[in-house]
């Protein structure tokens, strides 16, 4: 990244990215809260599922890009096109991952760290330039957007971690990265190597626009705004077409000058910069992740409940362990359990799917809390709640299948 001047290679072609202003920023924050609930609206509320919603995805994705690399210049709708069902593919990647492969968020955030960071190596390698100023070539082009993939990915990785297994939420994820990017843009000005600025920032924003779109659409009930995945989405989509519409008029994101001249780099120290920033990132990160689990572990210590068994013959009654889950009192899971069960066998289809909804919410609320105590147990539990969630949010529901598996919830909540 310390290049001054990057000779551009024979076979070039005019920069199809836009020019780092405001509205790419925007635009960016917009596409990211679009990736999370739509990816929650095509999974939940049109009942595809998490396979058939990548499937899809992918599809729609490959001939994106397609249209993309085919292109002859900057085009404002096909290149947030492109960038918004990005944004729902990596979401759905580490939902793959977390929920069918059963991965660890800790473990996928490093996964998409280091195949992001083997990109950037890889791309510096190659190119010796970063800088998206000198996207001019298809391989480049080809570097360029399998980051935008893995940032897309990383980000989610990297929110969902903080926001439900370390239980901060995502307001307060939300604000923490906030205050991040506050952080880098003010190093920036005072010298912090632009293009190693703008691929942070380029992370963070993938958990801001999840936290900002978690929040509009969860029940006011949970802290947010209540608005649902389905209307978020289309306020979101809005937005953006707006946006997309005024800067495919205006050409205020179009980068200017002559895409076949040598690109100018200012020399910032970008290699020790990057290596001595990643470690305050890395150890930052470590120690904040230690202290934080720790306080979830103290957390954790619940005395064993007993109940007053009768004697007979008319003495004292003896206290006695009551039975518990490894995971300590899941009695409000169960209620809600027992209750949807019972409005399936009353015929209340559609309550029984509404009231599952708060099982989930609770469920993933407590996740922080409840899995430092016995993860095999917790994955256990985890793996029958998400049975439940897919018989009842079925297209065609099965009413054996949707009791059968909360029945079983119900064995495992003890």
């Known amino acids: 990244m310390t290049s001054v001047r990057v000779p551009v290679p024979s076979r070039t072609l005019l920069n199809k990215v836009p020019e780092v202003t405001l509205y790419f920023w925007l635009i960016k924050v917009l596409c990211t809260t679009v990736g999370e609930t739509a990816a929650d609206f095509l999974n939940v509320d049109l009942g595809f599922g998490l396979t058939g919603v990548s499937i899809v995805t992918g599809v729609l994705l490959a001939v994106a890009l397609v249209f993309q690399f085919r292109a002859t210049r ?10 918004a069902i990005v944004s729902v593919f990596g979401t759905l990647v580490t939902d793959n991952l977390t929920d069918n492969a059963g991965l660890p968020l800790e473990a996928s955030t490093i996964v998409f760290g280091v195949l992001l960071a083997v990109t950037f190596a890889v791309w510096y390698a190659s190119e010796k330039t970063l800088s998206i100023h000198s996207i001019v070539t298809r391989r480049r082009e080809t570097f360029y957007w399998l980051a935008i993939l893995f940032t897309f990915a990383l980000g989610t990785a990297t929110g969902d971690l903080m926001a439900e297994v370390l239980g901060l939420g995502y ?9 991040l990017v506050a952080v880098t843009a003010f190093a920036w000005r005072f010298g912090l190597h632009p293009v190693l600025a703008f691929w ?12 900002l779109g978690d929040y509009l659409s969860q029940p006011s009930g949970q802290g947010g705004l209540g608005l649902g995945a389905t209307v978020t989405s289309l306020i979101f989509v809005a937005a953006i077409a707006v946006t997309v519409v005024y800067l495919s008029a205006t050409k205020a994101d179009v980068i200017p000058g002559d895409a076949h001249a040598p690109v100018d780099e ?25 202290l934080r689990t720790a306080a979830l572990q103290d957390d954790t210590s619940t005395q064993v409940p007993v109940a007053l068994r009768p004697v007979p013959g008319g003495g004292p009654a003896q206290p006695v362990p009551v039975h518990m889950s490894p995971l300590g009192d899941l009695s409000a899971f169960r209620g809600i359990s027992q209750d949807t069960l019972n409005l399936l066998d009353s015929g209340n289809q559609p309550g029984a799917t509404s009231r ?27 793996g029958k709640i998400d049975k439940v969630l897919r018989e009842l ?3 065609n529901p099965d009413q054996a299948g949707e009791k059968d598996a909360l029945t079983a919830l119900l064995a495992a909540l003890g």
């Open 74 to 83: 900057y085009v404002a709708g096909l290149y947030w096109l492109t960038v």
């Open 171 to 179: 307001l307060v994820t939300g604000a923490i990265v906030v205050a």
């Open 200 to 211: 942070f920032i380029y992370v963070l924003t993938r958990p801001l626009g999840a936290s």
């Open 266 to 290: 200012p020399v910032r120290g970008g290699t020790w910069q990057t290596v001595v920033f990643l470690a305050v990132i890395l150890i930052a990160g470590g120690v904040g992740y230690t």
């Open 356 to 382: 599952v909804d708060d099982l989930e919410i609770q469920w993933d609320n407590a996740e922080a809390r409840l899995k430092p105590k016995d993860k095999a147990e917790w994955t256990k539990i985890d």
């Open 393 to 395: 949010r079925a297209a």
